[in-house]
């Protein structure tokens, strides 16, 4: 094992995974060809992962990880030579090293890690249908609340600035005549109307699948300062990768959140991330656990999306890594993308378990020295068939490899050292504090306050800048008055007035967004582009 050094056995281009009749080495130029690990539970996957987390870091390569269980944050101290990991270490010719890496938490609650915060608008409505649950009409309605806000520079932030544009949508069903109120949301709602018929008991299955996902937490999750995808592709003062650790046990209580925020985060990288071509080594892999709810009824049109996500995003110089407990969780024209293969122990108690032991055996590429659908149920803890791509992209022949031990600790970590982690984290105060931008909601309510005359004919001290301009002209031309008290030339100065109001207010709303508006507010008074997942696409 000449080719291995002080580092457990990595070289420059390669890591060390296992050890068999052969050495199992993934290649760190291929590594972007993206990976599969399967296997049932309590068979190691965990392990495995932690192993090529730390040789990408050892590398330099950033990597993203979610931790259903907690076991990945061991990561974060200094391994224990423990004689089970003495051992192993040394039947492979080893000589173990304690080690650890430097890592960054993240949490969508904001419990365990940084906060983790999208904005409606980056989320866009594709995902957030599928986060939601909706069905096609819904979803529609959806597309056309986002393109109403787009034409009209309504950032959507968090969920009361969605709540409150679909309402502002709905067709005004008050009354009609010479008398009636002037519905101030007019233009918002003709917009909507143009797009199709939106009703309002569409909207209103659509406000209770908000609440839904309120309860789940969605609240935490939308909002400002949204995260930078960049704060994941760091490293550190020595060189090597951050690792970056999504807490996600309490997310996974709510399956399609999780699903659909790692979906995203995967789709921003696609639309943010020039093309690289082909690299010596990748600039971020991606582990993403529990991926079978990534597919798990999911629509054709989302589907096709995925594939094409997944298929592409590796001209970026990103490597998915997809684990899961059998490799028929992942769809065929997915399963087609993943080059590097790690198949821990299945067992065939089912009809289904014996179509995955099959499927997992005829995915590698065969070794005439194994049977690989027996080898399968045979496996014992921490073995595994292995099959990584070579130096001309094609799989190499299955082998039967003990998966090396990994160098930082194994399992979780306890909470004075996650605290400690924290608070040296160099993105500390970063997303710590939330802030409410002037958006959708806040911009909906002005204009309602701003152009609706009081009810007992005095100007209103209240309604921001559009109240002060209608009291200011409404003074002027006596159109402060009770509704049903106006003369015919006051109503036509009325008019002028919210015409002139509407536009002031329009240029200052721009400017404000811009200031204030966060993330989005270079898209007020623009059009937006969205991208393969109709997420924002900023470039």
């Known amino acids: 094992m000449t080719a291995q050094d002080n580092r457990l056995g990595d070289t420059d281009d390669k890591i060390f995974v296992g050890k068999g009749d052969e050495l199992a080495w993934l290649t760190l130029a291929l590594a972007n060809r993206h990976g599969l690990v399967t296997g049932a539970t309590g068979t190691g996957k965990t392990v495995t992962l932690q192993v090529m987390a730390e040789g990408f870091a050892r590398a330099g390569v950033p990597v993203f990880a979610a931790d259903i269980k907690g076991d990945l944050s061991g990561i974060s101290e200094v ?113 909507a109307q143009g797009f199709g018929n939106v009703t309002k008991a569409t909207v209103g299955t659509i406000q209770r699948q908000l609440l839904v996902l309120e309860n789940q937490g969605g609240t935490k999750f939308f909002g400002e300062p949204a995260l930078t995808l960049k704060d994941f592709m760091k490293t550190d003062r020595d060189g090597r990768g951050m690792v970056n650790i999504l807490v996600a046990d309490k997310l996974m209580q709510s399956p399609r959140l999780y699903a659909t925020f790692l979906l995203w985060m995967l789709s921003e990288l696609f639309e943010e991330l020039p093309e690289a071509g082909d690299l010596p080594k990748p600039k971020l892999v991606f582990f993403f656990d529990e991926a079978h709810l990534l597919f798990n009824d999911a629509p054709k049109a989302l589907m096709d999306k995925i594939e094409q996500v997944v298929r592409l995003i590796r001209s970026k110089g990103v490597g998915v890594y997809f684990v899961t407990q059998n490799p028929i969780d992942v769809p065929d024209r997915v399963l087609g993308q993943m080059g590097n293969r790690v198949q821990h122990a299945l067992r065939a ?191």
């Open 349 to 539: 108690f089912t009809p289904r378990d014996q179509k995955a032991v099959a499927a997992a055996a005829q995915t590698f590429r065969p070794n005439p020295k194994l049977d690989t659908a027996k080898v399968i149920m045979e496996l014992g803890k921490g073995e595994a068939l292995v099959s990584f791509l070579e130096g001309n992209g094609t799989p190499a022949m299955v082998e039967r490899v003990m998966i090396r031990p990994p160098s930082a600790r194994i399992g979780p970590i306890t909470p004075e050292e996650r605290k400690a982690i924290m608070d040296a984290s160099p993105l500390k105060g970063k997303y710590d504090t939330a802030v409410d931008a002037e958006s959708a909601y806040e911009i909906i309510q002005k204009r309602i306050a701003g152009t609706a005359a009081p009810a007992d004919g005095q100007a209103g001290s209240g309604g921001g800048l559009l109240g002060q301009i209608g009291s200011i002209v409404g003074t002027v031309f006596g159109t402060n008055t009770g509704r049903n008290r106006l003369t015919t030339g006051q109503r036509i100065a009325r008019d002028v007035t919210r015409t002139v109001t509407d536009k002031v207010v329009g240029g200052v709303v721009a400017d404000l967004g811009k200031s204030v508006g966060g993330q989005l507010g270079s898209s007020v008074g623009r059009a937006l582009v969205r991208g393969a997942l109709g997420g924002l696409l900023r470039r």
């Open 79 to 191: 391994g224990e030579a423990k004689d089970f990991i003495v051992k192993r270490a040394s039947e492979m010719g080893l000589n173990f090293q304690p080690d650890q890496f430097s890592t960054v938490f993240w949490d969508v609650f904001g419990e365990q890690g940084h906060p983790v915060r999208a904005t409606i608008t980056e989320m866009g409505p594709l995902l957030l249908a599928r986060m939601l649950d909706l069905n096609d009409v819904q979803e529609g309605v959806l597309n056309v609340a986002f393109r109403v806000a787009d034409d009209n520079g309504l950032a959507l932030i968090d969920l009361k600035d969605l709540r409150a544009l679909l309402d502002a949508i709905v067709p005004d069903s008050g009354k009609k005549g010479p008398d009636a109120e002037e519905d101030p949301l007019a233009p918002i709602r003709k917009a």
